[in-house]
C-alpha cells in the first residue's frame, strides 16, 4: 500500500481514489533490509510463499515510508493498548512499510477449508449471480475459535 493511500485509509477509511478501505494492509521492512534487499523506489522485489518457496507476485516499489504508528494503532483498532493487532504493530512490525503495485504470478495455495476460499473477482461473480448490488464485511476482534469465548 502506497503512502497516499495507507494515509487516507489510516485518516478516513478511504483509498486515495476515494474507495472505501477500512485497513491499511502493508510490508514492513528493517532498515537492514532496505539496504541488504536494494529495495528503492523502482525497485522490483518477488514476495515469495515462505512455506514452500514459490513466487507469488512481484512488487512495483513505489515509495518507502515511515508510517505514524500511533496514529495507526488508535485510528484502525482503537487504541487499546492489548488489542493484538497493536501488540504487533509496536512489539514486531518493522520501521518502514513499502508501498507499490502488485503483479500477480501465482495463487497462494491454502489446504485447509479450499471450498470456501474465493478469489475477489469469484465473489464479485457470484454476488452479481445472486442479484446483490451491496455486500457488507465485518472483520470481529477475535477469531471465533478464541480462547476469549
Known amino acids: 500500500m502506497s503512502q497516499n493511500d495507507y494515509d487516507g485509509v489510516v485518516d478516513k477509511l478511504r483509498l486515495a481514489d476515494g ?3 477500512s485497513m491499511p494492509i502493508t510490508l514492513d521492512v528493517s532498515t537492514e533490509e532496505i539496504e541488504l534487499l536494494g529495495i528503492k523506489p523502482k525497485a522490483r522485489i518477488a ?15 513505489e515509495d518507502i515510508y515511515r508510517p505514524d504508528k500511533n496514529k495507526e494503532a488508535l ?7 492489548e488489542h493484538p493487532a497493536i501488540r504487533y504493530l509496536f512489539n514486531t512490525a518493522k520501521e518502514y512499510y513499502v ?3 502488485i503483479e500477480a504470478i ?5 489446504y485447509d477449508y479450499v471450498a470456501l476460499r474465493f478469489s475477489p473477482a469469484e465473489l464479485r461473480l457470484h454476488f452479481d449471480k ?12 477475535y477469531s471465533l475459535l478464541s480462547t476469549a469465548f
Request: proline residues 0%.
Open 106 to 110: 501465482d495463487r497462494l495455495m491454502h
Open 130 to 141: 445472486l442479484g446483490w448490488s451491496r455486500v457488507v464485511a465485518f472483520q470481529t476482534r
Open 47 to 61: 514476495l515469495r510463499d515462505f512455506r514452500d518457496d514459490r513466487n507469488l507476485a512481484i512488487l512495483n516499489v
Open 99 to 101: 508501498g507499490g503495485k
Open 19 to 21: 474507495n472505501l478501505f
Open 75 to 81: 485510528n484502525v483498532f482503537g487504541g487499546d493498548e
